[in-house]
């Protein structure tokens, strides 16, 4: 026998048992992002590798060491995307949707990075991306927030999520506070981590984020870029909270929030968790007013997010918040094989009388008593029972599979007229 071949390792499939939550919670987010206006975008999975070196940059982590990227035929540098981001960028600007206009977009798809995979974090993982352009004021960084609140209470999640917030002020606020921050490290050094000193010539801002409990105090006394926000990028800020109050959304300033790429200003976002256990990041977004003119086009101003699906599924998994529609309404059993065109012929007009009804139409014969427990597994509300009576009457004979009747036989139109009445769920 030959050897089974399996996937690769933190490429996972997606069972049907688990397919129904992902396509709830899919279209949870397909009708909030139409309710505020958003488009779809949908960008190809592999991108020049320059496209990503430009855009997230050579020295960090997720070029260095976790991309997929291969040589085509031709030679060419190609990468499975890490991220979505830089590719609708990248759409945006060769297809003239950017400049001097305003976009709402959006996206769902899969990304690739090589890295170890644990609980809600996979080599081929699964995220929504909300992407905004050419909108320079606060009330777009506020509505993304407000979005995304939203989210989780249509999701049944929201107490379980912390919105942790910042601003990284502009380019040349940032630049001063780097130099500051570089210089209070290295009187440090003796504190700081392998990652961190790797860091500090490349990304200092990122050292921020380190998790390493040994330098937690002394972060704890770093400068803050608070003393050094210039004023306009005080009143942005300022404007953004004050329309988060006005909406009744909670926020944890967190100073130490940061971005490390010089494309990234003013409002930065994340909604955290630690349902999952160790406190881990759901949603993460803000403002990268230079990113689209660092990628060819011309300067527009810009704020999006991304949010991994995993980690919402493992969370409304835990939950159990979101209603996921069975597979199964009706279930048509199949009483030898007199009946087998006639059950063919009443699951057609079922699904033409029905078009959202879920019609299971057994095959493959068997007994009766045998399709009428995988009727029950297959969670319908009822059974349609066709025999050699039924067949010669004309009739179809109904069973109530969750209690909510008598078994009863009826001609087409008292079929339709009791399907009609079900309250299916």
Not at 71 to 79: A, Y
């Amino acid at each position: 026998m030959a050897k089974q071949i399996q996937a690769i390792r933190g490429m996972n499939d997606i069972l049907p048992d688990q397919t129904g939550r992902w396509q709830a919670i899919e279209q949870v987010i397909r009708q909030l992002v139409a309710r505020y206006g958003y488009s779809e975008i949908r960008m190809p999975i592999v991108e020049h590798t320059e496209l990503f070196k430009r855009s997230i940059g050579e020295v960090t982590d997720i070029v260095e060491k976790e991309m997929y990227t291969f040589d085509d035929r031709n030679g060419e540098s190609l990468t499975l995307r890490p991220e979505g981001t830089a590719s609708c960028v990248r759409a945006g600007n060769q297809h003239g949707l950017l400049y001097n206009q305003q976009q709402r977009l959006w996206y769902m798809g899969p990304m690739f990075r090589y890295e170890r995979p644990q609980k809600g974090r996979y080599r081929q993982f699964h995220q929504v991306g909300v992407e905004t352009f050419g909108i320079a004021s606060p009330d777009i960084d506020a509505e993304l927030i407000i979005m995304t609140a939203r989210l989780w209470r249509d999701l049944g999640i929201a107490e379980h999520l912390t919105l942790e917030l910042n601003s990284l002020a502009s380019n040349e606020a940032r630049a001063n506070y780097r130099d500051a921050l570089t210089a209070y490290l290295r009187e440090h050094m003796d504190q700081l981590d392998e990652d961190s000193v790797r860091r500090l010539e490349t990304n200092p801002l990122r050292i921020l984020d380190s998790k390493n409990p040994a330098m937690a105090d002394m972060l704890s006394q770093a400068p803050k870029l608070s003393d050094y926000w210039d004023q306009e990028s005080r009143e942005h800020f300022e404007s953004v909270c004050a329309r988060l109050d006005a909406a009744g959304v909670a926020y944890t300033l967190n100073e130490r929030l940061v971005r490390g790429l010089d494309y990234y200003n003013r409002t930065v976002f994340e909604w955290v968790t630690d349902s999952l256990g160790a406190q881990g990041t759901v949603c993460a977004g803000g403002r990268y007013d230079g990113l689209v003119g660092q990628l060819g086009g011309k300067d527009t101003p810009a704020v999006g997010f991304a949010m991994g699906l995993e980690r919402l599924v493992l969370m409304l998994e835990a939950a159990d918040t979101l209603r996921v529609p069975k597979p199964v309404d009706v279930f048509i059993v199949v009483g030898g094989a007199q009946a087998e065109l006639p059950a063919q012929a009443v699951a057609e007009k079922l699904r033409d009388a029905f078009p959202t009804l879920r019609v299971h139409q057994h095959c493959g014969g068997g007994k009766f008593g045998n399709q009428l427990k995988r009727a029950d597994r297959s969670g319908a509300d009822i059974a349609i029972l066709l025999g050699e009576s039924e067949v010669a009457d004309n009739t179809y004979t109904v069973k109530f599979l969750r209690g909510q009747g008598e078994q009863t036989t009826l001609d087409w139109n008292g079929l339709q007229a009791l399907i009609s009445g079900l309250e299916l769920k």
